[in-house]
């Protein structure tokens, strides 16, 4: 089984996200089903009905799975391993207060060295520890030597005792934290692959080391992709939804921009069928959102018209058609969106056309059904006292709230049907 695991803390990122699509991919690939873990153990923090929206966008993106867990629904079994590991002096509560937690961070910093846990409670005999009544989490205990999880793009990747550190097992509140969680029921769900990014490395190597202190030799591989650096004021997944970002489109250049000489359009279909972990790239990837909006044009380029149409609110081809006229100045849906709401909104007064406006709105009162941008345009010109270029910045005005807007020979043909409304 395949793991995908979310925070029910923050909001679904672009990274998280892209993890998402590339263990769907894998479990595709591998022929094994998704599970999908909701870590949501932080109960302070969570974010309330967070997991249905997180949900919901990953059905967007048709991450289809086997199973969704919570971590929270483990916890009889986190705190009974944890007294396992404690019985046998794997782990070990700590009393150490924030205070002189950021005290150890402060002094690694300046001298520039990496933050870890000194061990001081670790050295506490079973008798202080029995007579402190001050709260304490529980740590599990600094490997005594290197550990090793197996990279599937990467190979073997060790880690010295003082990387994996004394980490934080269990919290104040007696809840676990992420890593220990995901290191137990990785186990209890059997879990054989985990995709992630390179950030999650030395947590894969703390995960792979718990579980080796409870004797669980199972192998898990792991696949840990470079990091995006992208702006975070542009990572929220739903607000690229809601700016009319294709799903397809999203996923597209995700994957594109992880993989070598992947730049073409295609579905995630596609890239199932061709997907080689070698072809993963192997150093961090800049976040370009004028290379997302170039893939997402090309997305609606190739989308049926009518699907368009009723993703913009109609049910016209021609309406999905027109739309994919305006993809030379814009690049989203939304933008789309708000094009063709223009063209059925009645228009602000324009004081220089208001007499032609006034003259042509008359004509077209009597005017019959023309099929013929030109063979209408003909018609006011025999019927008003308008010349042909006026009548060409009115009836644009009227359609597109521009004077100059794109060629009425190209939109009249898409819009013939509702002229009369459009216009009046």
Sequence with gaps: MVRFRVSATKHLDIETLRIGIFNYILSKKLDKPLLI?????DKQNNIENIEKEILELLNLFSIDHGRVVYQSENLKYHQKIIMQLMAKKEAYSCFCSEEKLNELKEEAKKANKPIRYDGFCSTLSDETVLNCNAPFTVRIKEPDSKVTIYDLL?????????????????AHDKMPKKVYASAIDDMLYNISTVVSNDGESINAARETYTRALLSYDTKIDYLHLPEISNNK??????????????????????????????????????????FDVKNIINNNIVFDIDELKKINKKHIELMDNLRLSKILSYADADIGNLAKLFLTEVSTIKELKEKITLIFQTKEENSTLKDGILELKSCMNKAPFFNNFNELKKYIENNTNLKEKEIEKIISYLVLGNENGPDMNNIYPLIKNYIGEIIK
Excluded: M, Q
């Design 154 to 170: 990467k190979g073997e990747i060790s880690y010295e005792p003082y990387e994996i550190d004394s980490y934080i097992a269990l």
């Design 37 to 41: 873990s909701i870590d949501d153990t």
């Design 233 to 274: 004021s542009l990572n929220n997944v739903k607000w690229f939804i809601d700016e009319g970002y294709l799903p397809s489109a999203i996923a597209n250049y995700l994957v594109s921009i992880s993989l070598k000489d992947e730049n073409k359009v295609f579905s995630l279909e596609d890239i199932i069928k061709s």
